[in-house]
């Protein structure tokens, strides 16, 4: 499994990574604060991947432009975590080389594979520790969310074959979806938002349409007639736009609302339509909802005011928002 954000790729590591790795895992001042000594060679570096970094959800941290290993992240779940946790619940662990240190590049990595953790793998809690000294792995863990749970003191480490301090830090998922942001898009942000409404629909929208009716949503979405006047609203999980949607203020109306795929059923739409809800809270909200949609928006308060039509190969059934109670965040989109 690889993951790619802005700048990185992470993948499982290789050994043909074994120079690359050796070049930014023998300074010392890289694995010996991390909790692993400097590397020795190439060979031992070779050794490494082959022992250690082929675990289990263990990724190269990668730059884009060139494929080149500057780092590394592993999630380690339940029994593999090195502080004993259920199988609900993972540690990560991450260092970079020191020429890339200062630039945000293991938050964005770490950031990547919480998603993964809570959106992909399902897990219930994440944890992170760092040993005294630190602060720079413990700045990457206040930026990424964690808070700080306790400390472990006279910690024998065999690795290192020295006793430290650790402290460790916690990030349930609550707290994770909490920390994401809800505001109005400016309109620079509008074009991300639209691309992002056509991915989501096709891939799990347009299985429902006519090719007519795929071609009609993308001419929606590239019409500045019909885009005139749409107020746009986002989620983000970070800087990253995980949900969008567009509502005509004049009439109540949501022309638009997706959220990525890889974030449904964590409440991210729920979130994002208690947003939109509470901007116009004193009249009612329509909406046409394609099928895939029904029940998510039948669940947040819509009933149906008309039975299935078709028009323009679109499928939509007409709805309107009742303003009974929200459900629990997590219980659909």
Same mark, same amino acid.
């Given at each position: 499994?690889?993951?790619?954000?802005?700048?990185?790729?992470?993948?499982?590591?290789?050994?043909?990574?074994?120079?690359?790795?050796?070049?930014?895992?023998?300074?010392?001042?890289?694995? #010996?604060?991390?909790?692993?000594?400097?590397?020795?060679?190439?060979?031992?570096?070779?050794?490494?991947?082959?022992?250690?970094? +082929?675990?289990?959800?263990?990724?190269?941290?990668?730059?884009?432009?060139?494929?080149?290993?500057?780092?590394?992240?592993?999630?380690?779940?339940?029994?593999?975590?090195?502080?004993?946790?259920?199988?609900?619940?993972?540690?990560?662990?991450?260092?970079?080389?020191?020429?890339?240190?200062?630039?945000?590049?293991? #938050?964005?990595?770490?950031?990547?594979?919480?998603?993964? &953790?809570? +959106?992909?793998?399902?897990?219930?809690?994440? $944890? +992170?520790?760092?040993?005294?000294?630190?602060?720079?792995?413990?700045?990457?863990?206040?930026?990424?969310?964690?808070? /700080?749970?306790?400390?472990?003191?006279?910690?024998? $480490?065999?690795? %290192?074959?020295?006793?430290?301090?650790?402290?460790?830090?916690?990030?349930?998922? &609550?707290? $994770?979806?909490?920390?994401?942001?809800?505001?109005?898009? %400016?309109?620079?942000?509008? #074009?991300?938002?639209?691309?992002?409404? $056509?991915?989501?629909?096709?891939?799990?929208?347009?299985?429902?349409?006519?090719?007519?009716?795929?071609?009609?949503?993308?001419?929606?979405?590239?019409?500045?007639? /019909?885009?005139?006047?749409?107020?746009? /609203?986002?989620?983000?999980?970070?800087?990253?736009?995980?949900?969008?949607?567009?509502?005509?203020?004049?009439?109540?109306?949501?022309?638009?609302?997706?959220?990525?795929?890889?974030?449904?059923?964590?409440?991210?739409? %729920?979130?994002?339509?208690?947003?939109?809800?509470? &901007?116009?809270?004193?009249?009612?909200?329509?909406?046409?909802?394609? #099928?895939?949609?029904?029940?998510?928006?039948?669940?947040?308060?819509?009933?149906?005011?008309?039975?299935?039509?078709?028009?323009?190969?679109?499928?939509?059934?007409?709805?309107?928002?009742?303003?009974?109670?929200?459900?629990?965040?997590?219980?659909?989109?």
């Amino acid at each position: 499994m690889t993951f790619e954000t802005d700048r990185l790729l992470l993948r499982p590591w290789e050994e043909t990574d074994a120079e690359s790795l050796y070049t930014y895992a023998k300074d010392d001042r890289v694995g #010996p604060i991390a909790g692993w000594p400097a590397h020795t060679s190439v060979n031992n570096s070779r050794e490494i991947i082959r022992a250690v970094l +082929c675990a289990p959800e263990t990724y190269a941290v990668c730059l884009k432009e060139d494929g080149r290993a500057i780092g590394s992240i592993g999630l380690m779940i339940g029994s593999r975590s090195n502080i004993g946790l259920p199988d609900t619940q993972g540690e990560i662990g991450y260092w970079i080389g020191v020429p890339f240190w200062g630039q945000g590049l293991i #938050p964005e990595a770490v950031r990547e594979i919480i998603r993964h &953790a809570f +959106c992909d793998l399902r897990l219930e809690s994440l $944890w +992170c520790g760092y040993f005294d000294g630190n602060e720079k792995s413990r700045r990457v863990q206040e930026k990424c969310g964690f808070v /700080y749970d306790h400390t472990n003191k006279d910690v024998y $480490w065999k690795l %290192t074959d020295d006793v430290r301090t650790e402290h460790i830090t916690r990030l349930p998922k &609550a707290a $994770w979806l909490d920390g994401f942001t809800l505001r109005a898009l %400016t309109d620079g942000e509008i #074009p991300a938002a639209l691309d992002l409404a $056509w991915n989501v629909f096709s891939q799990y929208e347009s299985p429902d349409y006519s090719a007519a009716g795929t071609e009609e949503f993308r001419r929606c979405l590239r019409d500045d007639s /019909y885009l005139a006047g749409i107020a746009y /609203y986002g989620v983000f999980d970070g800087t990253s736009l995980v949900g969008m949607a567009g509502i005509r203020p004049d009439r109540r109306h949501i022309c638009f609302f997706f959220v990525d795929g890889r974030y449904h059923r964590l409440g991210v739409g %729920t979130k994002l339509f208690r947003f939109i809800s509470g &901007a116009y809270p004193h009249a009612p909200i329509t909406l046409n909802s394609s #099928p895939y949609g029904l029940p998510f928006y039948k669940a947040v308060g819509f009933v149906p005011t008309d039975k299935e039509q078709t028009v323009n190969g679109i499928r939509f059934t007409p709805m309107r928002y009742t303003r009974k109670p929200i459900p629990e965040e997590g219980s659909m989109l």
